[in-house]
């Protein structure tokens, strides 16, 4: 259920944009902000499934701890129209370059075009295809342990390992319960040398496979084991697979760079990539990218831009200014 009310359809394809964001989560609401508060023309078109929608609260995110995701997207929406950017409920579905910037083309067939793009579309999650767990994604299932691993303290914690390397994960939320399980039977192997790390921290290990989520009403209780065996957890973290939603950056041929959870749109300190006038921010360029973050890329990328605009239009100046010069 969105959070907030918004019959609003603006006609995008009336002007030349300043700039056009994909995406309209944290990190693409917080880059329309800032160039709305710029005075630059700004139109977000965004399908309003920001990733951690299936979380009644957010956590580590300054002054807004315990908040609603969909609330806190629903409130930079307000923000950003009090400052004239406009927000249209549309998937982008095809980029291409133009004169003089970008032509984006939606699934209703629309087509808008602007000086500068910014990508914020972020990414989908796909869970272990266990029954029950992913209804329970996002309150009894999460992924994160600085976004959960406070409300799991002292609580019974499953680890659902989907790699060897997960088991870093398991390590990270010793710091907050001595009641942890590991679950290995997703993962290829654990090797044995990390088997005795473990153990020697005090985290069990089961290599039964997982077979069910146990509830109580919409309570997670418990996983459901192959040989019938319920083991009691109070929460689990999984690793899911992260698939950037970069369908666009990839037909504007934006490059790509390996790093530590896979190979993700390349871009610079500043979100630019390497297709000149296309940036990304939040998730699609960083797939660890917590809220906090993906608000302090967006708004980065937002400087970025209307800065590089700037520039362009004050060398735009000089050149006229020099000609009117040689005139006179
Ligand atoms: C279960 C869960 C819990 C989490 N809890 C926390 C937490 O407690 N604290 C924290 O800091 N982080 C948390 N996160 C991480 C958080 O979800 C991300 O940091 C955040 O959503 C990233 O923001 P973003 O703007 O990059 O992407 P998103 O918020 O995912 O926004 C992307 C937007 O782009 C839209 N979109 C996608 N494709 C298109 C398209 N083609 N055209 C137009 N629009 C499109 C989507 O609908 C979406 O609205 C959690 C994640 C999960 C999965």
Known sequence: MPHDIDTFTPVLDREHWDVIILGGG???LSAALILARARRRVVVLDTRQPRNRFAPHMHGVLSRDG???LDLVAD????????????ADARAVEARTIDGGFEIVTDDGTRLTGRRLLVTTGVRDTLPDIPGLADQWGRGVVA??????????GRAIGVLLGSAAGAHKAHMLRSYSADITVFTALADSLPEPERRVLAQRGIRIDDRPVTGVETDGDRLTGLRLADGAIAAVDVVFAEPTMVALDDVLQQLGAERAEGPMGSWTAVDAFGRTSVPGVWAAGTSANPGALVPIAMGTGATAGLTINGEMVAEEVAAAAVEAGQDGAAA
């Open 26 to 28: 944290a990190a693409g």
């Open 67 to 69: 908040y609603s995701p």
């Open 76 to 87: 930079g929406r307000r923000e950003v129209r009090a400052a004239d950017g406009v927000i």
């Open 144 to 153: 994160c342990p600085y976004c959960d691993g406070y409300e799991a303290s």
